[in-house]
């Protein structure tokens, strides 16, 4: 298996613009998370889908966020408008099963100047 | 929440030293999970550990969750086990089942 592909692997994009970070999960995988990692927050769930559908989403930061799950091999996390503060490595991570192994794309890193 | 603390944040070991990382966690946890993010940023999910000891060639990992730690043996290190080392909990309060709460992490350099 491929593992989880994420793209692009870097993006940097000015203040205000538009950004989509795309996921492909592991095939046959049930739960899709995203992550982001910062230097000051380490580790951070933003939010995760079971089945496709959004299951929390406690973590987006705010309504700038948006992610979704149109079928069981794909997810997008948007940014719009994107801030420097948003500067980040983001992580698409799937398991099969609640509460199981996870397993992590390479991410995305993040640059908004 | 649950509060997930790494020890010790930062580790410098020659080639071939053996190590000790913890990991302590505030409350019952359903499973828990140790990472290692290479020098590339990559996270390889290393044990899937809720209890009891695994081993995965020089890597063993022990988790006694009666007592709320979990401990992430490295025997005679090799220079690709630098990296960050994560442990990462599901709290098992219903409001957190899915989750994964990590660590600070623990920052391994393994000179040669």
């Known amino acids: 298996d491929a593992g989880v592909i994420q793209s692009p692997r870097h993006e940097v994009t000015e203040m205000g613009q538009e950004v989509t970070l795309r996921c492909k999960p592991i095939s046959g995988h049930d739960y899709l998370f995203w992550y982001r990692q910062t230097m000051m927050r380490g580790l951070e769930l933003l939010i995760y889908f079971n089945n496709n559908v959004p299951i929390d989403d406690s973590g987006m930061p705010e309504d700038r966020f948006s992610a979704k799950m149109p079928n069981a091999s794909f997810s997008t996390l948007k940014i719009q408008p994107s801030e420097p503060r948003d500067s980040a490595v983001y992580f698409c991570?799937?398991?099969?099963?609640?509460?199981?192994?996870?397993?992590f794309g390479q991410g995305t890193r993040l640059t908004v100047v | 929440g649950i509060q997930v603390e790494q020890s010790p944040p930062d580790l410098i070991l020659q080639e071939g030293a053996n190590s000790t990382l913890r990991c302590n966690f505030s409350d019952s946890v359903n499973n828990l999970q140790w990472f290692h993010q290479n020098p590339w940023g990559q996270l390889i999910n290393l044990f899937y550990?809720?209890?009891g000891t695994k081993q995965n060639g020089r890597l063993s990992a022990t988790t006694v969750a009666t007592e709320r730690y979990s401990l992430l043996y490295i025997s005679s290190s090799q220079t690709t086990d630098s990296g960050v080392y994560f442990c990462?909990?599901?709290?098992?309060?219903?409001?957190?089942?899915?989750?994964?709460?990590f660590g600070a992490g623990t920052q391994v350099v393994v000179t040669p």
């Open positions: 991570a799937s398991s099969l099963g609640q509460g199981a192994r996870a397993f």
């Open positions: 990462a909990v599901e709290h098992r309060a219903t409001d957190s089942w899915g989750k994964l709460q």
């Open positions: 550990i809720p209890s």
